[in-house]
């Protein structure tokens, strides 16, 4: 019976390195189990559900195609609606039919209908004070000759002041716009000016008068318009509440507290109004100061905030973006660790034979190499895309392509080092052919520049991908990804959820990469009093 390969002394004792330096240790099984679970993501975060009990028969639509006709007789051999099926009768409780979901019911592509988050809109309710404001022309003598919602602040009928009254006999003007009429009065260039004036038999009452930037005419006007508003008392400031259906504030609690009982019932029933219809502004008095509120109806679009069943909110297609960052993050670390090897691996064949050769295979295989990495990586890939068609693999290989340059440079300059030694002159007079010499005695001893840059190429690669879904050059639609997520962010940047969450994941992962590569550093560094602490 054959046993299990084991590891060297030198391996082993690296391995306990590692595992002795915590950060790295626990990194490692964080990133781990986090792709591991990636791995059964249709298990946990699906539209589809796992079993489905029907008429005494057993479906399992996660690992196979059930057409619509096995539960709806329409004839049709498309993919069913499962939850719509769901809440048909034949599916209702006592029926002895049922159908399983994972614990998130949503998969990466299902499109969200706006009508399933009816019910979940909020209200903002503005509230303001109210500043009554009014025009007036003022005659020779200073009688009023016209004037416009100016009954706050002389109580006349009809919006109008009593006939032939003069402004001054019921304001107090303040001497600055007694000039200021004066001035335009003469025909003279004028500033832009206000005043505070005072109700001669309610000193404690004042308004802001103000008039307009005056030129020279012609000839002198007949009237001189003035501008009257009403002055916001010092304590008086806007408020906000974002209110939800039963009436609950989410935001501006505190405002909301401080109305009065009475105002409170009255806006309360205008935002559950305003939930189905349009709801005008309203005026109310709250401690003796006039108020306005209005409301604003959140309306349901893509994308939308997080809400129940959708904790991380929905992109710009109406999906769940919990389920594209779970099924996103299976994407990245698999093409991370797949182009990790293929560079890597073609990264050692190239710089094996031309530091194993050395001589003209050296000289021209630099050479060629260095040609190969002046072409632009970023065209290729737009040119290839456009002949071939975007996809998984033709990124891959093309990225693998260009990526390998790197890592041959080390695996070289180490079979430089490492071909004159003794154990490798004394395989080759052993008779030994170049391809054992190359695979058997000396890249085992080379392999410390892979096992070292392995997790922070695994880092850079995550990155790339990205970084290339985010310019539009990366995975094709669908394909959940990080980067096209933070590309909908770009084009929505009010959508913070779409920021924050993909960015928050894209930074977790490539720090918990950094930490492993930081701990097989240290734990491959032969001289332990020169790692930094």
């Known amino acids: ?27 490692l099984c964080l990133l781990t189990g986090l792709y591991a679970l990636s791995l059964f993501a249709e298990l946990l975060c699906n539209d589809k559900p796992l079993l489905v009990h029907f008429r005494g028969q057993w479906f399992c639509p996660v690992l196979q195609y059930v057409p619509e006709s096995r ?8 993919r069913p609606d499962y939850k719509a099926i769901a809440a048909t009768p034949a599916f209702a409780a006592g029926s002895g039919n049922w159908m399983l979901f994972p614990p998130h019911s949503w998969g990466p592509n299902a499109i969200l209908q706006p009508a399933a988050l009816h019910g979940l809109e909020r209200v903002t309710l503005l509230l303001a004070p109210r500043r009554d ?3 007036l022309n003022l005659a020779a003598d200073g009688t009023i000759v016209r004037s416009r919602e100016v009954a706050p602040f002389f109580g006349g009928p009809n919006g109008k002041p009593p006939d032939g009254i003069r402004l001054s006999d019921i304001w107090r003007l303040p001497p600055e716009i007694v000039d200021a009429i004066a001035a335009r009065r003469a025909n003279r260039a004028a500033p832009a000016i206000a005043g505070r004036a005072t109700q001669r038999d309610k000193p404690d009452r004042a308004i802001e008068i103000a008039l307009a930037t005056y030129e020279p005419r012609d000839a002198p006007p007949y009237s001189v318009r003035l501008t009257l508003r009403e002055l916001a008392a010092p304590d008086a400031g806007a408020g906000r509440v974002v209110l939800e259906r039963g009436g609950r504030a989410i935001s501006g609690g505190a405002a909301w507290n401080r109305l009065d009982p009475g105002v409170r019932a009255r806006l309360y029933a205008a935002v559950q109004r305003r939930f189905d219809a349009p709801e005008p502004a309203l005026a109310f008095e709250q401690r003796g100061a006039a108020w306005q509120a209005s409301f604003e109806r959140e309306d349901i679009q893509w994308p939308f905030r997080p809400v129940a069943g959708h904790p991380c909110g929905i992109d710009a297609a109406g999906r769940d973006v919990l389920a594209r960052l779970f099924y996103g993050l299976r994407t990245s670390l698999t093409f991370g660790l797949l182009l990790v090897f293929l560079s890597m691996s073609l990264g050692i064949v190239f710089g094996a034979l031309q530091g194993y050769f050395g001589g003209a295979v050296d000289i021209v295989g630099q050479r060629l190499t260095e040609i190969w990495d002046a072409l632009p990586f970023l065209y290729v890939m737009i040119l290839l895309g456009a002949v071939l068609g975007r996809g998984f693999g033709l990124l891959l290989l093309v990225y693998a392509a260009f990526n390998w340059i790197g890592i041959s440079y080390y695996i070289r300059s180490e079979f430089l080092r490492l071909r004159r030694q003794p154990f490798v002159e004394a395989a080759r007079s ?18 410390t520049p892979v096992i070292t840059f392995f997790p922070f190429s695994l880092v850079g690669a995550i990155g ?6 985010y310019l539009g050059f990366g995975l094709p639609p669908p394909t959940a990804s990080w980067g096209e997520m933070l590309q909908q962010a770009q084009q929505f940047r009010w959508a913070w959820w779409l920021i924050l969450y993909p960015s928050l994941a894209l930074f977790v992962v490539m720090l918990l990469g950094v930490f492993i590569g930081e701990g ?9 009093l020169s790692r930094l602490e």
């Open 1 to 27: 019976m054959s046993k299990l390969p084991q590891l060297n002394s030198v391996a082993r004792t690296r391995w306990r390195r590692f595992r002795r330096l915590r950060r790295a240790w626990v990194s």
């Open 71 to 78: 539960f709806v007789d329409n004839g049709r051999s498309t």
């Open 133 to 135: 404001t009014g025009t």
């Open 430 to 447: 052993a008779g030994l052919p170049h391809r054992s010499v190359i695979f058997n005695h000396i890249l085992p001893n080379a392999l």
């Open 464 to 469: 790339a991908l990205a970084a290339l879904d």
């Open 520 to 528: 097989v550093r240290n734990a491959c560094d032969p001289r332990p």
